[in-house]
């Protein structure tokens, strides 16, 4: 939405304030384990992220600018609003950050981490004694 707004795309219906409210519901929702409530809430949410992104679309089908700035955030919208709970492959957790993954710990505490597994290799280099350092 504030990208739709810096460049000017003016949108039917925002749903910012009832999206903020949607969201809110959904999680108390599900913390209290009131998950049918949960998940019409959040079936609440999708419905107004599709509208938003349709409407996106619509504005910006005939100038060729717009179409390539809106191009990844609406196939990240996309991508949030088609995946489910228990869907087995890629799953997107963070827009800002696309590349995390779910990283399964195993552990009581802590389940699960999310970022992503790295692994660093440094060639080791033989400490030489100096003469200067010498006294």
């Known amino acids: 939405m504030r990208l739709a707004k810096r460049h000017g795309v003016a949108l039917r219906q925002s749903y910012e304030r009832n999206g903020k409210h949607a969201l809110i519901a ?56 088609e995946q489910r709970h228990k869907q087995r492959g890629k799953k997107l957790y963070s827009l800002h950050a696309p590349e995390v993954e779910c990283i399964g710990k195993g552990k009581a505490q802590r389940p699960y981490e999310f970022g992503v597994k790295v692994s660093v290799a440094t060639t080791c280099t033989p400490q030489r004694a100096d003469s200067s350092s010498r006294m």
């Open 26 to 81: 959904h999680q108390r929702y599900a913390h209290a384990k009131h998950f049918k409530r949960a998940n019409k809430a959040l079936r609440k949410l999708r419905t107004f992220l599709g509208r938003v992104e349709r409407d996106i679309a619509r504005r910006i089908k005939d100038d060729a600018c717009l179409r390539e700035v809106f191009r990844r955030p609406l196939y990240l919208a996309e991508r949030v609003r």
